[in-house]
């Protein structure tokens, strides 16, 4: 074979190659979202303080993904997120032109046996998350209760949106853990009309991580007294109510310390952005710099401000970590979890 031959072929094999995106239809990964849109799936009704995250995030993400695409929210709630994750684990495409901002305990669900929890977590892909928070209980005013001992002696009206959700399971394992009268009431479909109801009268609280939902919906309802934070569902107290004591305060053995912490995993990972499983890989690269560069964003932060949602940037390695660890816990710890979320403890 002489030498011009030779660098023919080489020739060629190189001309092959970058031909080959075009020829198997698949764009580069740069120029993938130039001219396309993506549904940004929102784990709740509109008016809360998820959609408050959301509408402040989504014009801004869009401008940090190449090809500028167009981002159309959907709204999609349902058992407390566990609708929209079964969604974007088993229908949604997997091409990276489908997301979603779920409630942060859903991908806990599959771990807690949760009906209808139909997916695995740890195969999704995870950008990031928007906020690490903590939870309190909020009680109206008028419900009469104000401290811990209140919850500990008098029934407590609480609404929620159903299994899977917070507002569900938080006073469920508070009420087996620590033997506090919670009635949760289910089948609102929002935390806006928890919030509403709570207004109207029809039960008198909402558990869950709710700080950023009330500053944002609620403005007047904390500095003019209210409601009040009778305790937190939290590890340690948030400053913001230095009064309200944590429940991990109360803990009384190594064993129940560890289901809290289980329990509340979710909290780190606090408004989670997901994407089904399969999606090329070198897109969830460019998709999670451009998470990365948003939350760094001043124009977003500015606006993050002026709707009073509080971010505080997890990344997706990070998520991903804490899903391990949870999901990696001993069976003991699980099973006396479960049996926390299970029991409605009157």
């Not at 690269?285 to 932060?301: C, E, S, V, W, Y």
Request: hydrophobic content about 40%; glycine content about 10%; some cysteine.
């Amino acid at each position: 074979m002489t030498r011009w031959t030779r660098c023919a072929l080489a020739g060629a094999a190189v001309s092959a190659l970058a031909l080959a995106p075009s020829l198997s239809g698949a764009a580069p990964a740069h120029d993938f979202y130039k001219d396309r849109q993506i549904t940004f799936i929102v784990s709740t009704d509109a008016g809360g303080g998820i959609p408050a995250y959301a509408n402040a995030f989504v014009p801004h993400f869009a401008t940090h993904i190449p090809g500028r695409p167009r981002i159309v929210v959907q709204y999609m709630p349902g058992a407390g997120g566990v609708r929209a994750m079964n969604y974007l684990y088993a229908i949604a495409p997997k091409d990276g032109t489908v997301m979603g901002l779920v409630n942060s305990p859903s991908p806990y669900a599959p771990l807690f046996g949760v009906s209808g929890a139909q997916y695995d977590p740890i195969r999704m892909n995870w950008l990031g998350s928007l906020d690490d928070t903590g939870g309190i209980c909020a009680a109206w005013s008028g419900s009469g209760i104000r401290t811990w001992q209140d919850v500990l002696n008098k029934e407590f009206i609480v609404g929620s949106t159903g299994a899977g959700s917070q507002m569900e399971t938080f006073p469920i394992m508070v009420n087996k853990l620590f033997g506090t009268k919670i009635k949760v009431i289910s089948g609102y479909k929002g935390g806006n009309e928890v919030f509403l109801a709570m207004e109207r009268g029809e039960v008198q609280g909402r558990c869950g991580s709710l700080i950023s939902s009330l500053t944002s919906t609620r403005p007047d309802w904390i500095p003019q007294k209210k409601v009040y934070v009778p305790f937190q569902v939290a590890l340690k107290r948030n400053p913001m109510f230095p009064d309200a004591p944590a429940i991990s305060e109360f803990a009384k053995d190594e064993h129940t310390k560890r289901v809290l912490e289980l329990l509340l995993a979710h909290m780190s990972m606090d408004k989670p952005i997901v994407l089904p499983p399969g999606v090329p890989s070198e897109r969830i690269t460019m998709l999670r710099a451009a998470f990365h560069a948003t939350m760094n964003d001043a124009d977003f932060i500015a606006d993050a401000n002026t709707q009073r949602v509080t971010i505080k940037e997890v990344s997706g390695d990070k998520v991903v970590e804490i899903l391990e660890h949870a999901f990696s816990m001993p069976p003991d710890v699980v099973e006396s979890a479960k049996e926390a979320m299970s029991s409605s403890g009157g």
